[in-house]
């Protein structure tokens, strides 16, 4: 074999071993909009405008550290201040990173996890 053909062989496994664990990886999580619904009834009983003075806002009851943290801040200071779709934008990045359980008790309670 030439030094040549070993470097193509080389380089073809080296492909395989990586792009094997990514066909088989699960699919990242994406939630339907009832998902969101039911998520938002138990957090804030549905109000996207949530501000009750607990340091949790919008329907999703975003601190403002996650909010922030996520890119919330392009819509607004503070959750309860962005529509419904953007909050779920911002609700999509967080599910991505951290699961349900960044909703730990209300996840649960909606069937979510």
């Known amino acids: 074999m030439t030094r040549t053909s070993r470097l193509f062989a080389r380089t073809g496994i080296a492909a395989i071993a990586v792009t094997i664990p990514l066909v088989f990886a ?10 969101w619904d039911r998520l938002a009834n ?17 329907g999703l009851q975003f601190s403002r550290r996650t909010w922030q943290g996520f890119g919330g801040g392009a819509y607004a200071s503070t959750a309860n201040k962005a529509t419904r779709s953007q909050q779920v934008a911002i609700a999509e990045k967080v599910l991505r990173v951290q699961g349900w359980k960044a909703w730990p008790a209300c996840s649960r309670k909606a069937g979510l996890r």
Request: net charge negative.
């Open 26 to 35: 699960a699919p990242a999580q994406a939630a339907s909009q009832d998902q």
């Open 42 to 58: 138990c957090e804030s009983s549905g109000n996207w405008r949530a501000n009750t003075g607990n340091g949790y806002y919008g």
